[in-house]
C-alpha cells in the first residue's frame, strides 16, 4: 500500500520506495539526498504538505532531489535550507514521469535570496535570485504583477522584501500575482494603504506598520515562526483570513 505522511510525521533519508507516497495535512518530506519513489509509484500532496530541500551549489547532482518513477501530483509548500556553496543559479527538486502542479509555492528561503518555481511537465525547478527590497511606487496601475509599479522596476519574487511607502498615485492595490509568494518582510511606512486580491505568505522577518492606518484584506499565510508589530499608535486592520499553519506567531504592539 501507500505510504502516508501524517501530520507530524516526516518522511527523510536518502532512498528508494517501491511504494507511492501521500504527503498529508502537515506532513513533512525530506530528503536527505535523493528519495526516489520506485516504479509505478506516485506523488501526492495536500495543499498544507510541506516539502524541505537542502541545496548546496547550483546544478550539484548531490543535492536534495525527488525522483519519482510514476505521477507527481504537487502542492503545499517548499522550503529550502542553505548548504555550503548555495547561491544564485537554477536546482532541480522534483522529476518525474508527469508533473501536475496543484498550487505548490515556494516558502521559505536563505536570508540573501529570492526565487520562484518552475514547472515543465515533467520537472520542477528552482530558480535562485538576489533578494531585493521593492518599494511601491504606483506609477502606473493598481496592480503588484507590474514591474512599472515598483522601485526598483521588476516583479517581486518568493524571498524578496516589500515597502509600502508612496501614497502619491494608487494606495488600494490588487494582488494579481497568477500564484501565492512568500515574502521575506511586509512594511508600511506610510497610511492610507489597502491590500487586496490574492493572498500572500510572510516568512521570518513579518509584517511591520510602522506609521498610520493601514488594511489587508487579502489572505495571510504565515509559513514559519514570525513577529507582526503594529508600533504604538498605529492601526493594521486585517479583513482577510490569516493562517499561520500551527507555527508560533507573536504579536508586537510596543
Not at 504537487?74 to 556553496?85: F, P, S
Not at 528561503?109 to 518599494?135: A, M
Not at 491590500?195 to 509584517?207: C, H, Q, R, V, Y
Amino acid at each position: 500500500g501507500a505510504i502516508n505522511i501524517n501530520n507530524g510525521g516526516t518522511l527523510t533519508g536518502a532512498a528508494t520506495i517501491s511504494n507511492s507516497v501521500n504527503l498529508n495535512d502537515a506532513g513533512i518530506l525530506s530528503p536527505a539526498g535523493k528519495i526516489t519513489i520506485g516504479i509505478g509509484g506516485n506523488l501526492a500532496c495536500a495543499s498544507t504538505g510541506v516539502m524541505s530541500f537542502d541545496l548546496t551549489t547550483p546544478s550539484d547532482t548531490a543535492d536534495d532531489e525527488l525522483q519519482v518513477n510514476g505521477n507527481a501530483t504537487v502542492a503545499g509548500t517548499v522550503n529550502v535550507v542553505a548548504g555550503a556553496g548555495f547561491g544564485v543559479g537554477t536546482y532541480l527538486l522534483i522529476s518525474g514521469t508527469s508533473i501536475t502542479n496543484s498550487g505548490l509555492i515556494l516558502g521559505t528561503l536563505p536570508v540573501g535570496y529570492s526565487g520562484s518555481l518552475s514547472f515543465t511537465p515533467t520537472q520542477v525547478t528552482l530558480n535562485v535570485t538576489p533578494q531585493t527590497t521593492y518599494r511601491w511606487s504606483g506609477s502606473v496601475s493598481s496592480n503588484f504583477n507590474n514591474a512599472n509599479n515598483w522601485v526598483p522596476a521588476g516583479i517581486p519574487n518568493s524571498g524578496d522584501a516589500l515597502v509600502f511607502g508612496d501614497t502619491a498615485n494608487f494606495t488600494t492595490l490588487n494582488n494579481n500575482f497568477p500564484d501565492v509568494r512568500t515574502f521575506f518582510s511586509v512594511t508600511f511606512d506610510n497610511s492610507g494603504f489597502v491590500l487586496d486580491g490574492t493572498g500572500i505568505a510572510i516568512s521570518a522577518s513579518g509584517l511591520s506598520n510602522t506609521v498610520g492606518s493601514n488594511t489587508i484584506n487579502l489572505p495571510l499565510t504565515i509559513g514559519t515562526a514570525c513577529t507582526i508589530t503594529v508600533n504604538a499608535g498605529t492601526t493594521l486592520t486585517v479583513g482577510g483570513t490569516i493562517n499561520n499553519s500551527g507555527f508560533q506567531t507573536t504579536i508586537n504592539t510596543a
